[in-house]
């Protein structure tokens, strides 16, 4: 059943409220700066040259009146606002600023081609489903054994996406080909985490000599200038990632000790 | 791509995604033959056009292969004239494919598990399912279907709280979604079934009991396994 709000209540049931009167096209993005899927709106912001204020959410704070209008299903990040309009999961956002700004100064991120979108959403789908997956397993597990098993995973999922690679770039520096594309972008979300995890493991998630276009796409794609502009700081996420850590094995320490 | 060239659609009794890509097609028109699939026995045709996950439904147009059912609906709608499928508005199709991306991680993993757990497990999905129904149902609003008076996207992708909700309830007796808890996905799934379209791709009810009883232990494996890990 459905509680009856009273007129003039926040109604949390609708994600996507007026959080804001705007004027012309503004932009805000809600916005945490570890996150990877933050870090793929700001690409996409960043390669379609849209300017915008940034908002950044606290961490391990509250999380903000406007976020939690403007998400009231999901309260995460990141949100869009588009002149009042609220905008949620990356994803969608990413192909809601590609078909809402179009013109010569704005390169399109998705394909033009219906079949070649279907390809780009199929992919892109499964980076969420898989690599996302993997990564957080490697991160989260509960135990070593369980870590190393997400981190096997994550390299067969970037072996098939070696092959997606080689398949859609044909020869051409980017998934969407001369082009940085819409699965440059939802894969590039990542490239912070990537390179974090190269930093604390010693070794490579995209290893030259198991996944050679994938190794050379991550060093391409990270030295743009479009990327660089919103790259978060990585030293400070391999700070972020041990203090986690640390307080994961304290908790772990805890539970062991009390059982 | 011409839309001329010949369409297939890989699919298999009982599968709610194979279900969203058929009702696409009817929808717009499109002729196509259906290939169905022993999901027991995968042919190579599946394997060779789905080698990422060996899935159905798999669409083939032509030379062209698309993969994930919700994927296809959209390439559907992009590439075949017809009612449009998904809003012309680009902030309306924003919040449409925000609600399907909640349909199916929030509501339909945990229908799902929900029908497949026990004890305090199940109570758990349970309890997430119908926090998130609540959340579904009230976009309807009052509305025929998701987008308004017509079909559409979002219809698709919330079908298996229709037809296939009602059997795996009367497999498991597990008891979600109520006429009481949720009238208003109740009065959505009538109109969902009634639809013209939907009723030439829809399975028959008790097909679909029987066929989720002869799976009950698999399934039941399965969700156990998830949820362990």
Request: hydrophobic share 40%.
């Amino acid at each position: 059943m459905i509680p009856y709000l009273h007129p003039g209540t926040l109604n949390i049931y609708e994600p996507f409220v007026k959080a804001m009167a705007g004027e012309g096209d503004e932009l805000k993005l809600l916005g945490m700066w570890a996150s990877p899927f933050v870090l793929r709106t700001r690409l996409a912001l960043s390669f379609k040259g849209l300017s915008h204020d940034y908002i950044e959410e606290e961490i391990f704070g509250n999380k903000s009146k406007l976020l939690l209008m403007s998400n009231p299903v999901h309260k995460k990040v990141p949100v869009l606002i588009h002149n009042g309009k609220a905008i949620c999961e990356s994803q969608v956002i990413v192909q809601y600023i590609d078909e809402v700004f179009t013109g010569t100064d704005r390169p399109s991120l998705l394909p033009a081609n219906p079949y070649d979108r279907a390809v780009a959403r199929f992919w892109a789908t499964y980076i969420d489903d898989k690599l996302f997956t993997s990564f957080m397993t490697m991160i989260k597990g509960k135990t070593s054994e369980e870590k190393a098993e997400g981190r096997k995973q994550s390299f067969a999922v970037a072996e098939t996406l070696e092959g997606a690679l080689k398949e859609l770039s044909k020869g051409k520096p980017f998934f969407g080909g001369d082009n940085v594309g819409y699965l440059d972008i939802a894969l590039g979300g990542f490239v912070a985490w990537v390179h974090t995890g190269d930093i604390l493991s010693g070794s490579k998630q995209f290893d030259a000599n198991k996944t050679p276009l994938l190794a050379a796409w991550f060093e391409r794609f990270c030295a743009l200038d479009a990327t660089k502009a919103v790259m978060p700081d990585v030293e400070k996420l391999v700070d972020l990632s041990k203090m986690r850590q640390a307080r994961d094995d304290a908790a772990a320490a805890a539970v062991s000790q009390s059982s | 791509m011409s839309e001329q060239q010949p369409v297939k659609l890989i699919g298999a009794f009982g599968s709610p995604f194979a279900h969203r890509a058929e009702v696409a097609l009817k929808l717009k028109g499109v002729p196509y033959e259906l290939i169905l699939e022993d999901l027991e026995n995968k042919s190579d045709l599946l394997l060779t056009h789905n080698p990422v996950h060996n899935m159905v439904p798999v669409l083939l147009h032509g030379d062209e292969t698309v993969c994930e059912s919700l994927v296809i609906v959209e390439y559907v709608d992009e590439t075949f004239d017809g009612p449009p499928l998904l809003p012309k508005n680009s902030y309306d199709r924003a919040k449409a494919r925000f609600w399907a991306h909640f349909i199916e991680h929030r509501c339909l993993k945990p229908f799902w598990l929900s029908m497949w757990t026990e004890g305090e497990v199940q109570t758990e999905f349970m309890e997430e399912t119908k926090q998130n129904l609540t959340l579904l149902e009230a976009q309807l609003n009052g509305k025929k279907f998701f987008g308004g008076d017509t079909i559409g996207y979002l219809d698709l992708a919330a079908c298996m709280l229709a037809q296939w909700h009602d059997a795996l309830e009367k497999v498991t007796g597990v008891s979600l979604v109520t006429d009481d808890d949720f009238p208003g996905l109740r009065r959505w799934a009538k109109e969902y079934t009634s639809n013209e379209a939907v009723k030439q791709c829809l399975p028959k009810r008790d097909l679909l009991v029987t066929y989720f009883g002869l799976h009950k232990q698999k399934y039941k494996s399965f969700a156990n396994a998830l949820v362990s890990q």
